[in-house]
């Protein structure tokens, strides 16, 4: 089975505050690659960042950070010292050999002033 | 370069209409995708397709037709709406589908069946 667990359905943070969203998921690939995209308020779809299963080094660009432990299927996102502009809805997907990408339930984040 | 386009942004529908929802692209992609999103439930795939007359199933294919005829348009026919299909619509592309490509999103179609 595949799947993709987004546990946390809102966070809150005062602006400033560190932020991390939580991803879980479950396949019987050995090769499979993880996603994060950003839907800021006006709807679209944003790319974020990939990660191959093979690649468990962690990632930083700017104040958004990534952490993927395959031990625990996780692939978690950090967002440093955030930001109002960064209230969105923030979705992890997986993307299997059977060319489909299957998403989150996703994590609606607000960043208060 | 448009990008991924899709047409209409609103639309109403009555239970038991038809309607078809258009999803264009300029970039060539083999790869296309529709997915809808409801609230809670993320993105699901209802049909994809991996080049000109050539599609399959997603996740939740009832009630929606697709074809591709070229490689530019993939467009999603809903046959008899449905209330349960009210839903915002992303159609998706990407150059090939591999494990490793990123997806390219349209604007999204918020569709409301009475």
């Known amino acids: 089975a595949q799947k993709v667990t987004q546990a946390q359905t809102e966070i809150s943070v005062v602006e400033k505050e560190d932020v991390t969203l939580d991803c879980v998921y479950e396949?019987?690939?050995?090769?499979?690659?993880l996603f994060w995209y950003k839907q800021p308020p006006s709807g679209e779809l944003v790319f974020l960042i990939r990660?191959?299963?093979?690649?468990?080094q962690n990632e930083i660009s700017g104040r958004y950070s990534w952490n993927f432990q395959k031990s625990t299927s996780s692939f978690n996102f950090t967002i440093t010292a955030s930001q109002v502009v960064d209230s969105a809805v923030y979705f992890c997907?997986?993307?299997?050999?059977?060319?489909?990408?299957?998403f989150g339930s996703g994590t609606q984040l607000t960043v208060l002033p | 370069n448009a990008g991924v386009t899709q047409t209409p942004k609103f639309q109403v529908l009555k239970t038991g209409q038809s309607m078809t929802l258009q999803c264009a692209q300029d970039?060539?992609?083999?790869?296309m995708s529709w997915y809808r999103q409801d609230p809670g439930m993320g993105l699901r795939l209802i049909h994809y397709?991996?080049?000109?007359?050539?599609?399959d199933q997603g996740e939740v294919p009832n009630g929606y037709n697709v074809s591709r005829s070229t490689t530019e348009d993939f467009p999603l026919r809903l046959l008899s709406a449905a209330p349960s299909q009210t839903s915002v619509y992303f159609c998706?592309?990407?150059?090939?589908?591999?494990?490793?490509?990123?997806?390219?999103f349209g604007p999204g179609t918020r569709l409301t069946v009475l």
């Open positions: 998706a592309s990407s150059y090939r589908f591999e494990r490793s490509s990123e997806q390219f």
């Open positions: 396949t019987r690939d050995t090769t499979y690659y």
């Open positions: 990660r191959n299963s093979f690649d468990e």
């Open positions: 997907a997986l993307s299997r050999a059977a060319r489909q990408l299957t």
């Open positions: 970039m060539n992609h083999e790869y």
């Open positions: 397709s991996v080049g000109a007359g050539i599609t």
